[in-house]
């Protein structure tokens, strides 16, 4: 009789500690949601809110990409350039702050859309790049150091035309 009981006691142990490990893992996990309407960030563990930034993203004729979306590499300071000399859209930004590159299935990594600390404009609330998400360099510091390689970026809604 004392086998049973042990054996019970450790299946009702075990069965309560995974069930404990799988609620509590599930509510901590991390998710960035990024809704272009509103040109807001907000970044949750489980349930909780753990950001809540204002955001700008692609304009309209250099939309950021929606859906969801996984960090393939994160860089403290990054070059980047693109745009178009002739039609008055190139740029060429050293030591951009904070990037954390972003790909998908449908939106391949060699695309080279990103989240990122902006220092070259104040312009928050309203689309303003080739279709990253800029920050203000100290919100995208915080998030930069919070996100895992793992945390997914759910990217939604319509960009404001005007």
Request: charged letters at 15%; a neutral charge; hydrophobic letters at 40%.
């Amino acid at each position: 009789m004392g086998k049973f009981a042990v054996f019970f006691a450790m299946v009702f142990f075990l069965s309560a500690f995974f069930a404990i490990t799988a609620d509590t893992t599930f509510a901590q996990e991390k998710r960035v949601e990024i809704n272009l309407s509103e040109q807001k960030l907000q970044a949750f563990s489980g349930d909780e809110k753990v950001f809540d930034f204002v955001i700008s993203t692609g304009k309209p004729w250099w939309p950021t990409p929606t859906g969801t979306f996984y960090p393939w590499i994160k860089l403290r300071l990054a070059g980047m350039q693109g745009g178009s000399v002739t039609y008055g859209t190139y740029y060429n930004l050293p030591n951009v702050p904070y990037v954390i590159y972003f790909g998908n299935n449908e939106v391949p990594n060699w695309r080279g859309y990103g989240l990122h600390g902006t220092y070259w404009h104040n312009n928050f609330g309203y689309p303003m790049s080739h279709g990253c998400v800029n920050l203000k360099t100290p919100d995208m510091e915080k998030l930069y150091y919070w996100m895992e390689m793992s945390t997914p970026i759910h990217i939604f809604g319509q960009t404001p035309q005007g």
